[in-house]
């Protein structure tokens, strides 16, 4: 009888009377999210597990490599670190082991489940809105990351340039521009984070873009002097402090277009 009430008004219905709003409250530290989100994949299989080996066949979410994808990438966007994202998805990608219990007892009652006519990708779609976690669809290419990786391109050689010269003549500006550099960078970074972009998206092109990476002192320093001095660009940049526009520009780009 459970089970057939159970498939009838759908996996949750007990949980749902007595389940308070508490998922509305959005966020988690960054310190808390690799601890949820452990927990809610370990979760979800379990609950596909029930679904797989109770429900008919026509009431089972489908998608689950594509939701997996979308879950993955989403919290790698969030922060999470790339070793912990890496064995989240071996572990939904893992074969299905049947569920255990009775398909007509009341363990199955207590699964949440997935609201009728959803796919998993809707439901991990659902609960991270719900937690203040941004969306990263799989698989769609962002003109976004794109005009970033573009600004960037262009940025690093000549704050190279304005960082070597600015050390054969000015050494108490070039520590300022070296640690302010750093930390102009690094807003481009939140900015990414902020926008859905992990560092497994953007660090092949922002990462190389700290100070201690983009300077190098020149071999000969009378040589790079003489260059410093016939094309004075790195000084317009330095006195107009044209690179102090980095992080708003990054955060520019990924504004565009968004609603």
């Known amino acids: 009888m459970l089970g057939r009430l159970f498939w009838t008004i759908g996996i949750g219905g007990m949980l749902a009377a007595?389940?308070?709003?508490?998922?509305?409250?959005?966020?988690?530290?960054?310190?808390?999210l690799p601890i949820?989100?452990?927990?809610?994949?370990?979760?979800?299989?379990?609950?596909?597990?029930?679904?797989?080996?109770?429900?008919?066949?026509?009431?089972?979410?489908?998608?689950?490599?594509a939701g997996s994808a979308l879950l993955t990438g989403s919290l790698k966007g969030a922060g999470l670190d790339a070793g912990l994202a890496s064995a989240l998805d071996a572990r939904l990608a893992a074969p299905i082991v049947p569920f255990a219990g009775d398909c007509?007892?009341?363990?199955?009652m207590f699964y949440s489940g997935v609201p009728a006519g959803n796919s998993w990708p809707d439901y991990h779609r659902a609960v991270?809105?719900?937690?203040?976690?941004?969306?990263?669809?799989p698989g769609v290419q962002d003109g976004r990351l794109d005009a970033v990786r573009a600004i960037v391109a262009d940025t690093l050689p000549k704050?190279?340039?304005?960082?070597?010269?600015?050390?054969?003549?000015?050494?108490?500006?070039?520590?300022?521009?070296?640690?302010?550099w750093n930390k102009l960078v690094a807003q481009a970074a939140e900015a990414?984070?902020?926008a859905g972009f992990g560092q497994d998206r953007y660090g092949a092109f922002l990462d190389g873009a700290q100070s201690r990476l983009l300077y190098a002192p020149p071999a000969d320093r009378a040589v790079a002097a003489a260059d410093c001095m016939a094309n004075k660009d790195w000084m317009d940049r330095f006195s107009t402090f044209a690179w102090?526009?980095?992080?708003s520009d990054?955060?520019?780009a990924l504004g565009a277009g968004q609603p």
Do not use: H
Request: charged share 20%.
């Open 104 to 108: 007509a007892g009341e363990q199955v």
């Open 192 to 194: 990414l984070i902020a």
């Open 250 to 252: 990054v955060e520019a």
């Open 36 to 65: 949820v989100m452990s927990a809610y994949v370990e979760a979800v299989i379990d609950m596909r597990a029930a679904y797989e080996t109770c429900a008919p066949a026509d009431k089972r979410p489908g998608e689950w490599e």
């Open 244 to 247: 102090y526009t980095f992080a």
């Open 18 to 32: 007595i389940t308070p709003a508490a998922s509305q409250q959005p966020g988690f530290s960054f310190i808390d």
């Open 128 to 137: 991270l809105g719900l937690n203040g976690i941004n969306i990263v669809e």
């Open 159 to 180: 704050q190279k340039r304005m960082l070597v010269c600015i050390s054969l003549f000015d050494p108490q500006n070039f520590l300022a521009s070296y640690t302010d």
